[in-house]
């Protein structure tokens, strides 16, 4: 079992910059892929980015590359999104999860954070 705890989320004006982290309980977490999801309201959960258990393998949106950046650091247990250039369209809740397994651009993993919400204003 592993529990996932994001963080970081708030209120931040366009054009600037949120870091948000997600720790990971349990002995084996750098055996997990880790992604970043997101949903706005009325709006299904989407992709953000995702990380494979070394680091190796990284996938981004395409709405997000060049300004979103996924990061991991195994020995605490944490995994972190780098928001710059942030957009109103940015806005939803932020949601961190994790699979066996490699990385992935789909919803199929096993375990999931409650979100953190980020609201960008204009």
């Known amino acids: 079992q592993v529990q996932l705890v994001e963080s970081g989320g708030g209120l931040v004006q366009a054009g600037g910059s949120l870091r948000l982290s997600c720790v990971a309980s349990g002995r084996t977490f750098s055996s997990y892929a880790m992604g970043w999801f997101r949903q706005a309201p009325g709006k299904e959960r989407e992709f953000v980015a995702a990380i494979s258990w070394s680091g190796n393998s990284i996938y981004g949106a395409d709405s997000v590359k060049g300004r979103f950046t996924i990061s991991r650091d195994n020995a605490k247990n944490t995994v972190y999104l780098q928001m710059n250039s942030l957009k109103p369209e940015d806005t939803a809740v932020y949601y961190c999860?994790?699979?066996?397994?490699?990385?992935?651009?789909?919803?199929?993993?096993?375990?999931w954070g409650q979100g953190t919400q980020v609201t960008v204003s204009s």
């Open positions: 999860a994790a699979r066996s397994g490699g990385a992935s651009r789909r919803r199929e993993y096993d375990y």
